[in-house]
């Protein structure tokens, strides 16, 4: 069974997307052997009421797969009420995990607000996914240009929280192999591999990434969920490392914060 770190729920508020209703994505996850999914929201990108986000999310996880779908708070700790927005995600909602765009929510990775966020999130022992795009930029709206994050100063911010689980996500072409093998050696950050596209991508991932660090992810329905499930049909990665990076990486993440 397949642990998937990377769905969203609602819509991409660009174009319809296959499987944006809950139900029928949903029923593509458990097809596809997926028996969990870290879903957070497209609404947390843009909406400025995250509370709102957040409580809706959690209800439609409840209904529709609450054996399958474990919601993921959306933060945004440029609005004047992210503390209580955190609090809620972890209290009332009884979240693990928080999703972070820096890139829509215009804040750095060096800023105060999210050296205030991090802070906060190791003290409640919470996991930190950060996803540094959700396009390709090429294909942006005219007049909504969002740059890819910019991660120069993560080194460093994981330097200042080594207990922090971070998951970095929709990363393609913007931290290398190497740098990703570096800051898995600095402190617990994991790299789903949704956006590793080559021929033979997840051999070349563990050449250099420790395979203990990788997870499964599709961004899906932005991608197509078969993508990802293929990557594992044409490598040769063998049983042990599949069953890491398919699951057990995962479980462990979640085990670590409780």
Same mark, same amino acid.
């Given at each position: 069974?397949?642990?998937?770190?990377?769905?969203?729920?609602?819509?991409?508020?660009?174009?319809?997307?296959?499987?944006?209703?809950?139900?029928?994505?949903?029923?593509?996850?458990?097809?596809?052997?997926?028996?969990?999914?870290?879903?957070?929201?497209?609404?947390?990108?843009?909406?400025?009421?995250?509370?709102?986000?957040?409580?809706?999310?959690?209800?439609?996880?409840?209904?529709?797969?609450?054996?399958?779908?474990?919601?993921?708070?959306?933060?945004?700790?440029?609005?004047?009420?992210?503390?209580?927005?955190?609090?809620?995600?972890?209290?009332?909602?009884?979240?693990?995990?928080?999703?972070?765009?820096?890139?829509?929510?215009?804040?750095?990775?060096?800023?105060?607000?999210?050296?205030?966020?991090?802070?906060?999130?190791?003290?409640?022992?919470?996991?930190?996914?950060?996803?540094?795009?959700?396009?390709?930029?090429?294909?942006?709206?005219?007049?909504?240009?969002?740059?890819?994050?910019? +991660?120069?100063? *993560?080194?460093? @911010? =994981?330097?200042?929280? &080594?207990?922090? /689980? #971070?998951?970095?996500?929709?990363?393609?072409?913007?931290?290398?192999?190497?740098?990703?093998?570096?800051?898995?050696?600095?402190?617990?950050?994991?790299?789903?591999?949704?956006?590793?596209?080559? +021929?033979?991508? *997840?051999?070349? @991932? =563990?050449?250099?990434? &420790?395979?203990? /660090? #990788?997870?499964?992810?599709?961004?899906?329905?932005?991608?197509?969920?078969?993508?990802?499930?293929?990557?594992?049909?044409?490598?040769?990665?063998?049983?042990?490392?599949?069953?890491?990076?398919?699951?057990?990486?995962?479980?462990?993440?979640?085990?670590?914060?409780?």
């Amino acid at each position: 069974m397949i642990t998937d770190v990377n769905v969203n729920l609602s819509r991409w508020p660009f174009r319809r997307l296959p499987f944006d209703d809950t139900a029928s994505l949903v029923r593509k996850l458990r097809q596809s052997g997926v028996s969990q999914a870290w879903a957070g929201s497209f609404d947390g990108m843009l909406h400025r009421d995250i509370a709102g986000v957040n409580a809706r999310l959690t209800d439609e996880c409840k209904q529709y797969g609450p054996d399958i779908l474990l919601p993921v708070g959306s933060i945004n700790p440029t609005l004047p009420d992210w503390h209580e927005d955190l609090r809620r995600c972890h209290e009332d909602h009884g979240m693990r995990i928080i999703r972070l765009h820096p890139n829509y929510h215009d804040y750095r990775l060096d800023g105060d607000e999210c050296h205030a966020l991090f802070s906060l999130a190791t003290k409640r022992r919470l996991v930190i996914q950060i996803a540094l795009k959700m396009e390709d930029v090429r294909l942006h709206h005219p007049l909504m240009q969002v740059p890819t994050v910019d +991660v120069t100063s *993560l080194q460093r @911010l =994981v330097e200042r929280y &080594p207990d922090l /689980r #971070l998951v970095v996500m929709n990363n393609y072409g913007t931290i290398s192999n190497d740098s990703a093998a570096s800051l898995a050696a600095t402190g617990k950050v994991y790299f789903e591999i949704s956006h590793s596209e080559r +021929v033979g991508t *997840l051999e070349t @991932l =563990v050449r250099q990434v &420790p395979y203990e /660090r #990788l997870l499964f992810g599709s961004h899906f329905p932005f991608f197509n969920l078969d993508a990802s499930l293929l990557k594992f049909r044409e490598s040769h990665i063998g049983a042990e490392m599949t069953k890491a990076i398919q699951r057990r990486n995962a479980h462990q993440i979640l085990t670590d914060v409780t």
